[in-house]
């Protein structure tokens, strides 16, 4: 149950309302008149217009009791007769997102800006380790999703010390969403020059060059674990076979052009650079590929940020997800 602690608008009236979502530990001042409801159908970039008004008394707070966020809402005053769009001021969200998510948020942007006029949507894609550096650097966010449970640890006051020894403080815990599975795999060039056939074959005389993601990228330190699991980390490393991506896009432009035998890239990504697959790393070899998600506390909006995490677990975004290989994280 969340609880929308609501101060000081009579019904009828003109003014200002501070909410705050106090299961997230969210407060915002949305810039308009209205009256405050509950049970709404959905939560739109913060706000809804609905029937059934609960009014609120000049100076009473109230708690109002609802299922989950998305289902507290506020509603135009009846003195205010401008649209829900027209009284909303035009919101930028900023997006710190894993670099395997640039086809697919991509494409769900150009859907949520369609429903949601007055959203934009800024997206910084680029290894999950650069982007937990920045935010640790004060680089301004308003929603991050990472590609492993390693860097939202980092960054997450609610998680013991040994995952977060720095005692970083930097989401709002409550809004943490386990949000997509992927898997790893082995991908070759067109062609598969070097008829890579399986992991146990990267330690044989016909591989030469192997891509991997950089140790501080998701996908690398899963590479790393596949590898040492088989056993042939550091004979690959002697035989100086390994060269590094510093994302997983990097690795699979190196494939996609030849430039190596073969290389270890999401399962997604190789869908989306139509990369041949020749295994995939089960799960004896590599721990779940868990996409965490959760709103900053530096946002300026975060109620907007809240709104377009919820709008990635919907049945529109799953689709599009599922589309190159995602699934919805369990």
Known sequence: MCALAVMGLAAGMTGRVQVVYAEAGITVQPQASYKVVENSERIWAGYKVTESAEQVQASQAVQLQASDIAECAVEVSETDQRSEAEFREPVELTVFAAASLTETLTEIAERYEAEAPGVTLIFNFDSSGTLKTQLEEGTYCDLFLSAAQKQMDQIDGSVEEEQNPEGLDLIYSATRVNL??????????????????????????????????????PVGQYSVEILEALGILEELE?????????????????????????????????????????????????????????????SEHPVEAKAFLDYLQTEEAEEIFQSVGFAMAE
């Open 180 to 217: 997509l599975e992927n898997r790893v795999v082995l991908a070759v060039p067109d062609g598969n020059p070097a008829s890579v056939g399986s992991f146990m074959d990267l330690a044989s005389d016909q591989v030469g060059l192997i891509c991997l993601g950089n140790e501080d990228v």
């Open 238 to 298: 002697q035989a100086g076979k390994i060269t590094y991506g510093s994302n997983v896009k990097e690795v699979t432009t190196q494939i996609k052009e030849g430039l190596v035998d073969c290389g270890l890239v999401y399962a997604t990504d190789a869908a989306s650079a139509v990369l041949t697959v020749v295994e995939e790393a089960e799960s004896e070899l590599c721990r779940p590929v868990i996409y965490p998600a959760a709103v900053l506390k530096a």
